[in-house]
């Protein structure tokens, strides 16, 4: 079983930065992959970043050259996967979920994810 918990959400004006973080215990060995998915009102939830086992990472055009996934060294079955999300804008605001699942790669599609937390709200104001 895997335990994710995000923080690190809040408000911020348009054009500035935030970064979340997804603290990770449980059975979170050095071969679950990770991402990070949003959803807005009335939207459907989807792909933002992941990092594979290898470290490849992936971006949905959206975030692409603004948010940067990454995540710290493991320890004890505990790691923090991170979202540092620059030049933020209102279409960014949504709750963010972190993700995870035992495998070398996931990509953005969150039907490849068994476990997830419960979210972190980001509002960005113009």
């Known amino acids: 079983q895997v335990q994710l918990v995000e923080s690190g959400g809040g408000s911020v004006q348009a054009g500035g930065s935030l970064r979340l973080s997804c603290a990770a215990s449980g059975a979170t060995s050095n071969s679950a992959s990770m991402a990070w998915f949003r959803q807005a009102p009335g939207k459907e939830r989807e792909g933002v970043a992941s990092i594979a086992v290898n470290g490849r990472t992936d971006y949905s055009d959206s975030v692409k050259g603004r948010f940067t996934i990454s995540q710290g060294s493991q320890d004890n079955s505990k790691k923090t996967l991170y979202l540092q999300m620059n030049s933020l804008n209102p279409e960014d605001t949504a709750m963010y979920y972190c993700?995870?699942?035992?495998?070398?790669?996931?990509?953005?599609?969150?039907?490849?994810?068994?476990?997830w937390g419960q979210g972190t709200q980001v509002t960005v104001s113009s």
């Open positions: 993700a995870a699942d035992r495998g070398w790669y996931r990509g953005l599609s969150q039907n490849q994810y068994n476990y």
